[in-house]
């Protein structure tokens, strides 16, 4: 069987937008896509403490609400991929990117389904919006 790999992804979502990032630094998972945000899950973490601390490391903000939306698995070849998706709803400070690594940009969530066109990003785009349309 295939090694796991585990990240947390975090749809941020203000009113009818959400943040993406758009993956320009050579090297990095998913280089050339759009993507909803995330990041690895450290040994010992919990999902909750890597998406605090993914969300802060990325976006300079402190989240104060969010929810598990589900998860979407698939593989690389190499090793099995569990991304834990969760919808941020609050948080306190103003997004920037501390990082500088890669571009964030706020769009529509029309929008961003046309933009993040890895088939798994369009399967996390399919946790957010059943979500939000109640």
């Given at each position: 069987s295939l090694p796991e790999r585990h990240w947390v992804i975090s749809a941020i979502v203000r009113g009818d937008t959400i943040q993406l990032e758009e993956r320009v630094e050579e090297g990095t998972s998913l280089y050339g896509y759009t993507i909803v945000p995330g990041g690895t899950i450290k040994e010992g973490e919990t999902e909750g403490g890597a998406l605090r601390r993914?969300?802060?490391?990325?976006?300079?903000?402190?989240?104060t609400a969010y929810k598990r939306l589900g998860m979407v698995n698939d593989s690389d070849g190499k090793r099995m991929c569990f991304r834990h998706v969760f919808l941020v709803t609050e948080w306190t400070g103003n997004l920037t990117n501390p990082e500088n690594r890669n571009n964030h940009i706020e769009v529509s969530l029309c929008e961003a389904r046309r933009m993040c066109n890895h088939k798994t990003q369009q399967l996390i785009l399919d946790?957010?919006?059943a979500e939000l349309s109640g």
């Open positions: 993914e969300v802060e490391e990325e976006y300079g903000v402190e989240i946790l957010v919006e």
